[in-house]
C-alpha cells in the first residue's frame, strides 16, 4: 500500500471512529525504541553515463541502483533491528547488528561521499585544486603530485575491497590519506572524510576488468575538485 494510501485509510478510520488500525499502528511502534531515521538512496548529481569513457554507463547504474540501495536498506534494518532489541530488553544479538550497522553506514557515507566528489569530465571533473585545497595538499604531501602518487598506491594497495581515502584532521588541521577496507576500517576516530575513490571490484570491474591500476588513473578525470575543496571548508567550520 502506497503510503498516501495508507495515510488516506487512517483518517477515514479516524472519521468513522474505528479505532483498530490505529491501536495495531501503536503496537507497532512500542516495538520500537527511541526514533528511526529513514534512510534513503540521495540522486545522483549527474546522469549515468556523465562518466564516460572513465566510468561506463552500466556500472554507474547498477553501483548506484543496486549497490549503494543496498548499504541504504542495511542500515535501516540494522537501526530497525537495534530499536527494536531496546524496546524488548533482548540484546543477544546486538553485535551482530552494530556491525551491520557500521558496514552499512559506512557504506551509505561513503557512496554519497563519491557521487559528489566526481563530476563529468571538463565539466566539473578533472584538472587539479586549487585554492585552501591546493595550499593544504602542498603542505602536507610536498606537491600536488607526490598527493596523487599517494592516494593512487593506497587505493591500489587496498586489500581485497575498500577505498582510499583523504581525510581532514581537525587536531593538527593537515590533511592525511588512509585505506578504509570493506567500508568502515582501518579509519581512526576524528579525521573526516573529503574525498574517496572506492576500489571494490563492482566500481570497476565491468570495464577495466582486474585492472585496478588503469580504472584508478582513469579516475583522476573526473574528480570534482571544487566539491573537495568544499568538503574541506565544511569539515573546518567555514
Ligand atoms: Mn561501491
Redesign the pocket.
Known amino acids: 500500500m502506497e503510503r498516501r494510501e495508507f495515510l488516506g485509510l487512517l483518517s477515514l478510520l479516524g472519521a468513522t471512529g474505528t479505532t483498530g488500525l490505529f491501536g495495531q499502528r501503536g503496537a507497532q511502534e512500542q516495538q520500537l525504541a527511541g526514533q528511526l531515521t529513514e534512510h534513503t538512496l540521495p540522486p545522483l548529481p549527474y546522469s549515468y553515463d556523465a562518466l564516460e569513457p572513465y566510468i561506463d554507463t552500466r556500472t554507474m547504474e547498477l553501483?548506484h541502483t543496486k549497490?549503494?540501495q543496498a548499504y541504504v536498506d542495511g542500515l535501516n534494518r540494522a537501526e530497525r533491528e537495534l530499536a527494536r532489541a531496546r524496546a524488548s530488553g533482548d540484546f543477544t544479538y546486538v553485535e551482530y547488528w552494530s556491525k551491520k550497522a557500521a558496514f552499512n553506514g559506512g557504506?551509505h557515507f561513503l557512496?554519497s561521499l563519491?557521487w559528489n566528489v566526481m563530476g563529468p569530465p571538463g565539466r566539473g571533473g578533472g584538472g587539479e585544486p586549487t585554492g585552501l585545497l591546493r595550499q593544504l595538499i602542498e603542505q602536507g604531501f610536498g606537491s600536488f603530485e607526490a598527493f596523487k602518487r599517494h592516494f593512487s598506491a593506497a587505493a591500489l594497495a587496498v586489500e581485497g575491497s575498500g577505498w582510499a581515502l583523504l581525510h581532514y584532521r581537525p587536531a593538527d588541521g593537515r590533511l592525511i590519506v588512509l585505506q578504509a577496507e570493506n567500508q568502515h576500517k582501518l579509519t581512526p576516530w576524528g579525521a573526516i572524510p573529503l574525498m574517496g575513490i572506492?576500489v571494490?571490484e563492482?566500481?570497476y570491474y565491468l570495464k577495466y576488468q582486474n585492472r585496478r591500476k588503469d580504472y584508478i588513473e582513469a579516475w583522476w578525470n573526473v574528480v570534482n575538485w571544487a566539491q573537495v575543496e568544499q568538503n574541506l571548508h565544511t569539515a573546518m567550520g567555514k
Do not use: I, Q, V
Open positions: 553501483h549497490h549503494h557504506g557512496h563519491f572506492d571494490w563492482h566500481a
